[in-house]
């Protein structure tokens, strides 16, 4: 959606250029300069919503190993097991190695799911891509 506004933007500015005669004859250039800069508001408001997700999503894949380690030693704490620091480090010793496997699976999961969710507002004609109208 960031480059289909992109795209306008650079097209209305495009034909800017190329009518600027007849912009400049008729006094239109408030209103080329309004259009262009609604254009420009969707295109920064998408690129907002598009940063605003992706932070959403570090956080994410931050926090979940930290909050997987937190649930595995006080789950075995709470079941009256003794924590000492050998186990400890081994346990978090494993859970660097699989750390990296662990975010790896998040972010494909929360991008298939944006996808998912993206496929709903979209219908595919052999290859083209027709976004319906949100109500």
């Known amino acids: 959606q960031k480059l289909q506004y992109s795209d306008k933007r650079s097209k209305s500015i495009n034909e800017y250029v190329a009518g600027i005669r007849i912009v ?3 006094g239109w250039e408030n209103i080329v300069e309004k259009q262009i800069s609604d254009i420009r ?3 920064a408001s998408q690129i907002l ?3 605003i997700y992706r932070s959403v999503m570090d956080l994410f894949i931050v926090l979940t190993p ?3 380690s937190v649930a595995v030693f006080g789950t075995y704490i709470a079941l009256g097991n003794e924590l000492t620091p050998a186990k400890a480090y081994t346990v978090l010793s494993l859970f660097n190695l699989m750390q990296i496997p662990l975010r790896v699976m998040i972010m494909t999961c929360l991008l298939y799911t944006s996808d998912a ?3 709903l507002l979209c219908v595919d ?5 027709i976004i319906k109208k949100k109500k």
């Open 49 to 51: 919503q598009s940063a």
């Open 41 to 43: 508001d969707q295109e």
């Open 125 to 129: 004609l052999g290859g083209r891509r």
């Open 117 to 119: 969710a993206d496929d």
């Open 24 to 26: 400049k004859y008729y």
């Open 66 to 68: 930290f909050s997987i």
